[in-house]
């Protein structure tokens, strides 16, 4: 059984930056993939972006290209993902989850294992 903890979230201005951090406990593997998700209120959960085990081939949703980056530190169990340019819109609950499968997934139904969310609010 892994256990995900989210944090780093919080409140900031348009244009600012958050820089999220998911802390993996129990049965880790270093090889599975990780993934973030996001959702905000009368929304699906919805894909942000993911990392294959080696946290070399990555992978984002349209909306963040250019402004967030996922990576992981293996030895610290731990993935993050770092938000620049934050817009209004990105106001939701990020979730961390991760997956055996190890290139990746774009598909909420191929996690396994979640965290559970950490708030980011984005004013205008």
């Known amino acids: 059984q892994v256990q995900l903890v989210e944090s780093g979230g919080g409140l900031v201005q348009a244009g600012g930056s958050l820089r999220l951090s998911c802390a993996a406990s129990?049965?880790?593997?270093?090889?599975?993939?990780m993934g973030w998700f996001r959702q905000s209120p009368g929304k699906e959960r919805e894909f942000v972006a993911t990392?294959?085990?080696?946290?070399?081939?990555?992978y984002y949703a349209d909306f963040v290209k250019g402004r967030f980056t996922i990576s992981r530190d293996n030895a610290k169990n731990t993935a993050y993902l770092q938000m620049n340019s934050l817009k209004p819109e990105d106001t939701a609950v990020y979730y961390c989850?991760?997956?055996?499968?190890?290139?990746?997934?774009?598909?909420?139904?191929?996690?396994?294992?979640w965290g559970q969310g950490t708030q980011v609010t984005v004013s205008s």
């Open positions: 990392a294959d085990w080696t946290g070399g081939n990555t």
């Open positions: 129990g049965r880790t593997n270093s090889e599975y993939a």
């Open positions: 989850a991760g997956t055996t499968y190890y290139s990746g997934s774009r598909q909420l139904v191929d996690y396994d294992y």
